[in-house]
Each structure stands twice: as C-alpha cells, then as structure tokens.
C-alpha cells in the first residue's frame, strides 16, 4: 500500500510538473507570437561606437541626410543638421515652441516670427531641411567648424554648446545615411502591421532622393544607384522600413531583413537597390 501511494505521488509530481512546463511553453510562444518583447529601434555603428535612436527618429533623420546629398553638401552638413535637430526637437516634427521661443515648430524649432518660413512651411520637414542647409551654406567654412559652433551659427540658440552633446550622433547617422558607411544603420522591428504600398514609397523616396530611376515588380521595388548614393538610398529605406512597411532591403553583396533585423551576405543585383514591401501584415 504505501508502494502505491508512492507511486501515485510521483505520478501527481510528474503531472503536474508536466502541466507547468507546458504551461511556461504556451506563455513563451505567445511572448515571442505578439513579439511583446522586441524594443524597436535603429543603431548606427562608426568605429567603436553604436548610437541609438527610435524608428521615427531615424526615418526624420534619413530624409534630412538625403537633402543633403540632393543638395551636393558634404556628410559633415547632415552631421551638423542631424545633431542640430536632435537637440532642437529630438528628430521629431513636433508642432510647439518653448519659453524662449513660443512659435518655435518642426525637426529645427525654426520660428515664423524670425523669418524661417511660415507655420505651415516650417512644418514641413522637406522645405525645413532646405532652410537649414541654405543657412548654413552662408556660414563661411562651415565644414571646419566644430558642430557646435556651425549650428548655432544658423540657429542663434540660447544654448550655444547644448548641440555639442549630440556630435557622436549626428556623426555616425549622417555618415551612414550618406552612403559613406555601408551597411553601419541597422533597425530591429517588430512584423509589419499592414501591407507596403509601393505608391507611398516612391513618394517617400522622391522626396529623399529624387530623379532616380525605380521601377516596381510585385512587391518589389527596384532603385537603379551605385556606389555611395546606392548606401545612402538602401540605409534610406532601412531607416524608413517601419514607417513604410518594408521587409528586406538588398545592395551591395549584403541584405537587411526586417525578421532578424540584421545585415547578412547576400547575391544581389549590380547598381541596383532592392527593396521588398510587407506583403501582407
């Protein structure tokens, strides 16, 4: 009898053990199913260094790194503006001022009442960029300047070191989403939530990096782009890949997969960006 009892104890242990396992088993496949987990963000690597800034951020800052390059500036004015902009607004283009500047407004906190634009245009990050960049073209050697001393040239702010703190970002950003470091923007996301739409990407794109030619098959879109501009488009779109659906990202011998949000080698097309939409959420 108590043979038995034994036995029927250890059988109710393993059962219940059993029960939790499985238990823990189900919870973790749901964790990993609902992706509750995964802290979206996108990295920029120069040299040692790793920088870090949210999807939205990132895709701000690649729209403002592709002015740049529209432009014909120098990585360092993309440097210069991404550093100025993470300071003023956080890479946001937020529609509100601050005490020293109640109309302040956009990714520059530009001011209506000093000239920049009116509400509406300093809103708009495309004509907000260019304002900048044609600032700060006027300043005399701006490319020698520290960061520091060339944004607050254009911005006349009341903190005049404050964009110091953010050289190491706009650096490592600005050199990525310039095409001058390959493959150095990384983004880990969660699943697309919807289906790309290829429109909304060659619009996005147009307006980053304009006269391209891009052609759509399916789900894919096709951007023809050498070299560093070819970095600079595929680092746009990962930068972007949250924002506009994307899946994968192709060029130059490696691919950027939104699944493992990492670069890895790859065969890819010569000259030519590839970019794979969600096909479905």
Known sequence: MVRRRRQRSLLV???????????VWAAVSSIKRSEILVRERCTAVVGPDTFELAPDQAANAALISGIAVQRGLPARAASIALATSIQESKLRNIGHGDDAGPDSRGLFQQRPSQGWGTEQQVMDPVYASNRFYEELEEVPGFEALPITEAAQKVQRSAYPDAYADHEGEGKAFASALTGHSPAALNCVLKSA??????????EQLELAHPGLQASVEG?????????TT???????AVASAKELQLESVAFG???????????????TRTGTVVITLAADA
């Open 193 to 202: 939530d919807a289906p790309g739409d290829p429109t909304a990407v060659l």
């Open 13 to 23: 242990m393993l059962l219940l053990v059993t029960l939790v396992a499985g238990g």
């Open 219 to 227: 789900n894919q879109l096709y951007v023809a782009a050498e070299d």
């Open 230 to 236: 070819g970095w600079a488009v595929a680092q746009w």
């Open 253 to 267: 011998g490696l691919n950027w997969e939104r699944a493992s949000g990492s670069w890895s080698t790859a065969d």
